[in-house]
């Protein structure tokens, strides 16, 4: 079960709320500076009516000489016509659409795309680096391999993200754009390993890229960090044990795919999610006592409360900002 997306979603919350708030100063200040404007020719027009002989009546002007600004009527019909006031006041009473707005316009820009494509490659790079020493691959085939392979790697994260925030009535065109877009990067990644023995060699290996993160990542910190390390064996051991349990009781199709899509379309989200983590910790408990030792056991359980609970934290509070599990209209 994911839980990167979590981390992806708020930092996108942070960044669209900075937005919003820039909007606001930005549309302000142009008020004030549009304002400073219209008072300049006011001042040049007394400075003009002056006598040298000083006298009350040569300073004083005529009201018709006075520089007027706009009636209040023509200030509100200037203020009604203003876009950015518009946009921002649209924003504000629909933040769940000005994220989704805001996720779509840095993914499909060109800075977005690539500081995802490298993140994406340093993901690989980390994650993949023993499948890529097997396949032996030559500098630019490991680069093309990276890029694809990356790619698939953090699809899950961002299938999340942009569900979460899409209209209801479009989340089934991004699942559908998520799926062709996976089977084309299967079609490309089969097509270059060229070799029905290395392709099978890397579906296996994708379909544990979820273990191999948590074990490279948090536990193996963990273990660390408790004095207990993990050997590559016990590594490699603990990947198929996690492996193993998410494949039980349909865990794994409830929280990838088509099951984000159902998740997202149901309150309960983070109740759903900590009842199926704490199955497939009963699943894997045997498992795991049989790889660790007691120390590391314990490390382990650790790690994982830890996760689970910055996970459902995330999801309530996401689950709570976009109203009951579901897209407002």
């Known amino acids: ?3 990167g997306f979590i981390v992806s ?62 009636s209040k009527s023509e200030r509100a019909v200037v203020e009604n016509d203003d876009p950015e006031e518009e946009r921002r006041t649209e924003w504000e009473e629909n933040p769940q659409k000005m994220i989704g707005e805001f996720i779509k316009a840095w993914s499909e820009s060109d800075f977005g795309k690539r500081m995802e494509q490298a993140e994406n490659k340093r993901k690989a790079s980390r994650l993949y680096g023993p499948l890529v020493e097997e396949l032996g691959l030559s500098d630019e085939d490991q680069e093309y391999f990276l890029g694809l392979a990356g790619s698939a790697a953090g699809s899950e994260d961002k299938l999340w ?23 084309e990067r299967e079609a490309s990644m089969r097509e270059f390993l060229n070799d029905e023995s290395d392709w099978q060699r890397y579906q296996d290996y994708e379909a544990r890229i979820e273990e191999h993160e948590q074990v490279q990542g948090d536990i193996r910190r963990a273990m660390e960090g408790a004095g207990v390390p ?12 996690m492996h193993g349990a998410r494949q039980q009781g349909g865990i794994n199709e409830k929280w990838t795919g088509r099951g984000v899509l159902n998740q997202l379309s149901e309150p309960g989200i983070a109740d759903r999610l900590e009842a199926d983590w704490q199955a497939g910790q009963e699943a894997m408990s045997a498992g795991v006592a049989n790889v660790l030792s007691p120390q590391q056991v314990e490390a382990f359980n650790e790690s994982q409360s830890r996760q689970l609970r910055g996970a459902t934290e995330g999801l309530r509070a996401m ?5 009951g599990g579901q897209q407002t209209e």
């Open 319 to 323: 689950e709570s900002f976009i109203g």
């Open 9 to 70: 979603t708020m930092v996108a919350i942070c960044l669209a709320i900075v937005v919003v708030m820039g909007m606001g100063q930005f549309s302000d200040l142009k008020k004030e500076v549009a304002g400073l404007k219209k008072e300049q020719p006011a001042k040049s027009a007394g400075s003009s009516t002056r006598t040298g002989t000083g006298s009350r009546t040569g300073r004083l002007q005529s009201p018709s000489s006075r520089a007027s600004g706009p």
């Open 161 to 183: 993200g942009e569900l979460m925030f899409a209209e209801q009535e479009d989340r089934e065109a991004v699942l559908q754009k998520w799926e062709d877009a996976n089977d």
């Open 230 to 241: 993990l050997t590559p064996e016990q590594e490699s051991q603990l990947v198929e044990v």
């Open 1 to 3: 079960m994911k839980i």
